[in-house]
C-alpha cells in the first residue's frame, strides 16, 4: 500500500512539471506547420575538378550548416541531396533573399599571421568570443523563450565584431584554401587526436614561411573560415630555423575523435574549389501550416476522444482508469517533447498519434489478462497483480521491437522521417512507464481502497459471471 501511495505522489509530481515544462518551453514547429523558407544549393565541379566526391559534399554541408546558424533560424534543417546539392529549410524565416545571399557563394578558408605586439588584445578577445560562443550555444536550446531570442540577436551582433575585432590582429599572407589539399582526423596515443594537414607545393613553401616567422614567439598562426576564427594553433620554437616544411602539418591539442573531425571537415570545406549557387528558393507559406496545425489538432483530439470512449465503454473501471493514464501519458510525452527539443512536423504528429495506439495496446493486453485471472478464480486483487505480471513479457517485446524499427528509421532516414521515428520511439517509452506504473498504480489503489469493489468483479470483466 505504501508504496502505491508512493508512485501516486512521483505521478502527480510529474504531471505538474510537465505542465509547467509545456507553459514555460512551448513545442518548436517545423517548416510545414510553420512556413519558411527552403532552398536548394547546387555545388557544381570545375575544369580542374570534375567529380564531387562524398566528403566534398559533407564538407560543403558542414560549411552551409555554420552559416545558417549564423542567421539565428530556429531549428533549420540542413541535408545532402542526390551527389550535388544540399537541401536548407528555414522555420519562420521571412526575408529568403538574406538567406541566399548568406547561403551562397564559396567558403572562403585562410590561414593568416598574429601581428605583433598582439597577444595580451587577442588573449582577451579570444576568451570572451568563446564565453559568448557557449552561452549561445545553451540559447540556441530554448529559442521560444522571447528573452533568449533577443538575448540571441545581442549575442550574434557582439560576435560579429568580435570577428571582426580578431580578424583584424591577423595579416593575411596569400595562404588560402585553394592550398589546402586534404585535412583529416589522426589518432595519436591514448584517446587523443590530432588534425593532419597536407598543401599543394605552392602552399608548403608559404606555410613553412609562415611557420618560421611565428615558431617560439607564442603568436598564433590563425585559421579562418569565412572570417571567423575556427583554430589558433601555436608553432613551437624546434621550427624557428626552417619552419615546418615538407607540405604537412599536424595541429595538436586536447581534440577528441569527434572535435578533430570537425575541425577536419570545416578545413576541407574551406578548400574546396567549387563554386556554389542557390539554385531553388522556395517560399512556405504560413497559411499552409496554420491549416495543417489545424487539420492535425482535429485528427489527434478526435482519435483520442474516440478512444478513450472506447476503452471506457468496453472494458468499464479499468477502461476509465486507462484513460486517466492516456491523458497522463499525453501530457508527459508533449513534455518530453519540449524537454528534447523536437521540432513537430506532420509526420512527428503522426508518430505521436501513432504512440497512443501502442499504449492503449498495452493497457488492453493488461486487462485481457486480468479477464482471464477472474475466469480462473482468483480474488480481484490477485487477478489485477497477476494481470500485470502475464502481460509485462507481450508489453516489453512488442515495444522493445518497435523501438528497433524507430532506431533504424531514425539512423538511416533523414529529414522528416527521423522526426516520425523520434516522436514514436519517445511516445513508446513513455507509454510503458503510464501502463506499467500509472494504470498499475491507479487501479491497485482503486481495488485497495475500495473494499467493495471485490464483490463486483462484473466492474472490471463485464461477462463476468461468477
Given at each position: 500500500?505504501?508504496?502505491?501511495?508512493?508512485?501516486?505522489?512521483?505521478?502527480?509530481?510529474?504531471?505538474?512539471?510537465?505542465?509547467?515544462?509545456?507553459?514555460?518551453?512551448?513545442?518548436?514547429?517545423?517548416?510545414?506547420?510553420?512556413?519558411?523558407?527552403?532552398?536548394?544549393?547546387?555545388?557544381?565541379?570545375?575544369?580542374?575538378?570534375?567529380?564531387?566526391?562524398?566528403?566534398?559534399?559533407?564538407?560543403?554541408?558542414?560549411?552551409?550548416?555554420?552559416?545558417?546558424?549564423?542567421?539565428?533560424?530556429?531549428?533549420?534543417?540542413?541535408?545532402?541531396?542526390?551527389?550535388?546539392?544540399?537541401?536548407?529549410?528555414?522555420?519562420?524565416?521571412?526575408?529568403?533573399?538574406?538567406?541566399?545571399?548568406?547561403?551562397?557563394?564559396?567558403?572562403?578558408?585562410?590561414?593568416?599571421?598574429?601581428?605583433?605586439?598582439?597577444?595580451?588584445?587577442?588573449?582577451?578577445?579570444?576568451?570572451?568570443?568563446?564565453?559568448?560562443?557557449?552561452e549561445l550555444e545553451q540559447l540556441r536550446k530554448n529559442q521560444s523563450d522571447p528573452n533568449n531570442q533577443k538575448r540571441i540577436a545581442e549575442l550574434q551582433e557582439s560576435l560579429k565584431k568580435s570577428n571582426e575585432a580578431i580578424l583584424n590582429l591577423f595579416d593575411p599572407i596569400g595562404l588560402?584554401?585553394?592550398?589546402?589539399?586534404?585535412?583529416?582526423?589522426?589518432?595519436?596515443?591514448?584517446?587523443?587526436?590530432?588534425?593532419?594537414?597536407?598543401?599543394?607545393?605552392?602552399?608548403?613553401?608559404?606555410?613553412?614561411?609562415?611557420?618560421?616567422?611565428?615558431?617560439?614567439?607564442?603568436?598564433?598562426?590563425?585559421?579562418?573560415?569565412?572570417?571567423?576564427?575556427?583554430?589558433?594553433?601555436?608553432?613551437?620554437?624546434?621550427?624557428?630555423?626552417?619552419?615546418?616544411?615538407?607540405?604537412?602539418?599536424?595541429?595538436?591539442?586536447?581534440?577528441?575523435?569527434?572535435?578533430?573531425?570537425?575541425?577536419?571537415?570545416?578545413?576541407?570545406?574551406?578548400?574546396?574549389?567549387?563554386?556554389?549557387?542557390?539554385?531553388?528558393?522556395?517560399?512556405?507559406?504560413?497559411?499552409?501550416?496554420?491549416?495543417?496545425?489545424?487539420?492535425?489538432?482535429?485528427?489527434?483530439?478526435?482519435?483520442?476522444?474516440?478512444?478513450?470512449?472506447?476503452?471506457?465503454?468496453?472494458?468499464?473501471?479499468?477502461?476509465?482508469?486507462?484513460?486517466?493514464?492516456?491523458?497522463?501519458?499525453?501530457?508527459?510525452?508533449?513534455?518530453?517533447?519540449?524537454?528534447?527539443?523536437?521540432?513537430?512536423?506532420?509526420?512527428?504528429?503522426?508518430g505521436f498519434i501513432l504512440s497512443i495506439g501502442m499504449a492503449v495496446d498495452a493497457n488492453v493486453l493488461i486487462f485481457e489478462r486480468t479477464r482471464e485471472e477472474l475466469k480462473a478464480g482468483k480474488s480481484l486483487y490477485r487477478a489485477v497483480e497477476s494481470g500485470f505480471y502475464r502481460a509485462f513479457s507481450s508489453i516489453l517485446d512488442g515495444n522493445v521491437t518497435t523501438l528497433i524499427a524507430c532506431a533504424v528509421l531514425f539512423w538511416l532516414g533523414s529529414g522528416l522521417v527521423k522526426g516520425f521515428a523520434l516522436t514514436l520511439g519517445i511516445g513508446i517509452l513513455v507509454s510503458m512507464?503510464?501502463?506499467?506504473?500509472?494504470?498499475?498504480?491507479?487501479?491497485?489503489?482503486?481495488?485497495?481502497?475500495?473494499?467493495?469493489?471485490?464483490?463486483?468483479?462484473?466492474?472490471?470483466?463485464?461477462?463476468?459471471?461468477?
Amino acid at each position: 500500500m505504501q508504496r502505491q501511495q508512493w508512485l501516486l505522489a512521483l505521478i502527480i509530481g510529474l504531471v505538474i512539471a510537465a505542465i509547467v515544462i509545456l507553459i514555460k518551453l512551448p513545442l518548436q514547429l517545423g517548416l510545414d506547420l510553420r512556413g519558411g523558407a527552403q532552398l536548394t544549393i547546387q555545388v557544381k565541379p570545375t575544369a580542374e575538378v570534375t567529380t564531387i566526391r562524398p566528403e566534398d559534399l559533407t564538407a560543403v554541408k558542414t560549411v552551409i550548416e555554420n552559416r545558417v546558424n549564423a542567421l539565428g533560424v530556429s531549428e533549420p534543417l540542413v541535408q545532402t541531396v542526390g551527389g550535388d546539392k544540399v537541401l536548407v529549410q528555414l522555420p519562420g524565416v521571412t526575408d529568403p533573399e538574406q538567406a541566399e545571399r548568406v547561403l551562397g557563394g564559396t567558403a572562403q578558408l585562410e590561414f593568416r599571421q598574429q601581428k605583433q605586439g598582439t597577444e595580451g588584445q587577442f588573449t582577451a578577445e579570444y576568451t570572451i568570443q568563446r564565453q559568448m560562443e557557449l552561452e549561445l550555444e545553451q540559447l540556441r536550446k530554448n529559442q521560444s523563450d522571447p528573452n533568449n531570442q533577443k538575448r540571441i540577436a545581442e549575442l550574434q551582433e557582439s560576435l560579429k565584431k568580435s570577428n571582426e575585432a580578431i580578424l583584424n590582429l591577423f595579416d593575411p599572407i596569400g595562404l588560402t584554401g585553394k592550398n589546402l589539399k586534404n585535412a583529416v582526423p589522426s589518432p595519436t596515443q591514448g584517446t587523443n587526436w590530432d588534425v593532419a594537414l597536407r598543401f599543394d607545393s605552392d602552399g608548403g613553401n608559404k606555410f613553412a614561411e609562415l611557420t618560421k616567422n611565428l615558431a617560439g614567439t607564442g603568436r598564433s598562426l590563425g585559421i579562418f573560415l569565412d572570417n571567423s576564427l575556427i583554430s589558433a594553433p601555436v608553432v613551437g620554437p624546434e621550427f624557428a630555423a626552417t619552419g615546418i616544411t615538407g607540405g604537412s602539418a599536424v595541429i595538436t591539442g586536447n581534440f577528441t575523435a569527434e572535435t578533430a573531425n570537425d575541425l577536419a571537415v570545416q578545413l576541407r570545406g574551406g578548400s574546396l574549389p567549387f563554386p556554389v549557387e542557390v539554385a531553388e528558393n522556395r517560399t512556405v507559406g504560413a497559411t499552409l501550416g496554420q491549416d495543417s496545425i489545424r487539420r492535425s489538432i482535429y485528427a489527434g483530439v478526435s482519435g483520442l476522444a474516440l478512444v478513450l470512449v472506447f476503452m471506457a465503454i468496453y472494458y468499464r473501471l479499468p477502461g476509465f482508469i486507462a484513460d486517466i493514464s492516456l491523458i497522463i501519458y499525453a501530457l508527459l510525452c508533449l513534455a518530453c517533447f519540449a524537454l528534447v527539443g523536437v521540432t513537430m512536423t506532420l509526420p512527428g504528429i503522426a508518430g505521436f498519434i501513432l504512440s497512443i495506439g501502442m499504449a492503449v495496446d498495452a493497457n488492453v493486453l493488461i486487462f485481457e489478462r486480468t479477464r482471464e485471472e477472474l475466469k480462473a478464480g482468483k480474488s480481484l486483487y490477485r487477478a489485477v497483480e497477476s494481470g500485470f505480471y502475464r502481460a509485462f513479457s507481450s508489453i516489453l517485446d512488442g515495444n522493445v521491437t518497435t523501438l528497433i524499427a524507430c532506431a533504424v528509421l531514425f539512423w538511416l532516414g533523414s529529414g522528416l522521417v527521423k522526426g516520425f521515428a523520434l516522436t514514436l520511439g519517445i511516445g513508446i517509452l513513455v507509454s510503458m512507464f503510464t501502463a506499467i506504473t500509472c494504470s498499475r498504480t491507479f487501479l491497485l489503489l482503486t481495488v485497495l481502497n475500495l473494499p467493495g469493489l471485490r464483490q463486483k468483479p462484473e466492474l472490471f470483466s463485464p461477462n463476468f459471471k461468477g
